[in-house]
């Protein structure tokens, strides 16, 4: 499985955009790129997923580029109740589980 | 997404006994993966568990210590044996989503003493 590396913390304020930018170097064709929320005394929660250029849902965009060695976690004007640890994989789910790196530990201030 | 009660959420137990961890899911689901995560690290993957097999258990994971049952689709527990202080940790449970990612259960933190 393709290993990633992502920064161990993050700040930010409130109202900010804040991008988490990930690498996974030796991702395979057919790996989708993952990002899961993870609060304290809680399971991680999936975000978003996408496999090239740009996802986007209600909470977060996502953008991969051409040769999907990196992707970037994009949070539109952060709130305090989005510090958490967030987690970036990569692979194919099934019967695979999924294989956590460190994460970003991303803390929002007032 | 499917929703996934574990049980319980928390424990405190002697060192040299065991605990088991129940994860119950709303809907049927193939494979059920159990996770730990020691204090302030990341999740680990300790196995997957079918309905009907053996679980396959991950490097560094065996099944007389982490002892896995599944017999049915949506239900699985793990035993923690023969516990000790470095099993101090929090167990997750997860199911793949219809979807997209993974559902995770909130987790059973455990603390041996």
């Known amino acids: 499985l393709a290993k990633t590396t992502q920064p161990i913390s993050m700040d930010s304020y409130e109202g900010q955009e804040v991008n988490i930018t990930c690498s996974h170097n030796n991702i395979a064709t057919n790996d989708y790129i993952t990002w899961y929320q993870q609060f304290p005394s809680q399971g991680p929660r999936f975000i978003i997923q996408g496999y090239k250029t740009k996802v986007t849902n209600e909470v977060a965009s996502l953008f991969i580029p051409a040769d999907r060695k990196s992707s970037t976690l994009s949070l539109p004007r952060v709130s305090l109740s989005d510090t958490a640890v967030y987690y970036c994989?990569?692979?194919?789910?099934?019967?695979?589980?999924?294989?956590f790196g460190k994460g970003t530990h991303l803390i929002i201030q007032p | 997404s499917a929703v996934i009660s574990q049980k319980p959420s928390r424990d405190i137990c002697q060192r040299g006994t065991s605990l088991t961890i129940q994860c119950q899911v709303d809907?049927?689901?193939?494979?059920m993966f159990w996770y730990r995560q020691q204090p302030g690290q990341s999740l680990t993957l300790i196995a997957t568990?079918?309905?009907?097999?053996?679980?396959?258990?991950e490097s560094g994971f065996v099944i007389d210590k982490f002892p896995i049952s599944r017999p049915n689709l949506t239900f699985s527990t793990l035993t923690v044996s023969n516990m000790s202080p470095e099993d101090s940790s929090i167990y997750l449970c997860?199911?793949?989503?219809?979807?997209?990612?993974?559902?995770f259960g909130s987790g059973t933190r455990l603390t041996v003493v």
């Open positions: 809907s049927q689901v193939t494979m």
């Open positions: 568990a079918n309905q009907g097999s053996e679980a396959t258990y």
């Open positions: 994989l990569v692979g194919r789910g099934g019967a695979d589980g999924l294989t």
């Open positions: 997860s199911v793949e989503g219809e979807g997209y990612g993974y559902t």
